[in-house]
């Protein structure tokens, strides 16, 4: 069993940088690739960024790329996201998310098993 809470989230003018983190209980996290998804109100949930468990992979969703980076620290259990020259289109709830199946690197919310309960991003013009 993993339990994934985000924290980081909050406030910030268009431009600015917030960095959000999803700490991580279960010894088995460092097994895992992680994700961060997000969901605004009128929009499904969507993938954002993927690391694999080795952090040899990183993938990002294209509306993001250049501008978030995403790491973990193992020994730590936890994982981050970098959040920089934040538009107002980047508001949302911000989701970790953990897929249990080992070597997988994908962007579809179905394969992601563990999901924390989210974290607010509000971004003013």
């Known amino acids: 069993q993993v339990q994934l809470v985000e924290s980081g989230g909050g406030l910030v003018q268009a431009g600015g940088s917030l960095r959000l983190s999803c700490a991580a209980s279960?010894?088995?996290?460092?097994?895992?690739?992680l994700g961060w998804f997000r969901q605004s109100p009128v929009k499904e949930r969507e993938f954002v960024a993927a690391?694999?468990?080795?952090?040899?992979?990183?993938y990002y969703a294209d509306s993001v790329k250049g501008r978030f980076t995403i790491s973990r620290d193992n020994a730590k259990n936890t994982m981050a996201l970098q959040m920089n020259s934040l538009k107002p289109e980047d508001k949302a709830v911000y989701y970790c998310?953990?897929?249990?199946?080992?070597?997988?690197?994908?962007?579809?919310?179905?394969?992601?098993?563990?999901w924390g309960q989210g974290t607010q991003v509000t971004v003013s013009s």
């Open positions: 998310a953990a897929d249990t199946v080992r070597g997988r690197m994908t962007d579809r919310r179905g394969d992601y098993y563990y």
């Open positions: 690391i694999s468990r080795s952090v040899g992979n990183i």
């Open positions: 279960g010894r088995t996290f460092s097994s895992y690739t």
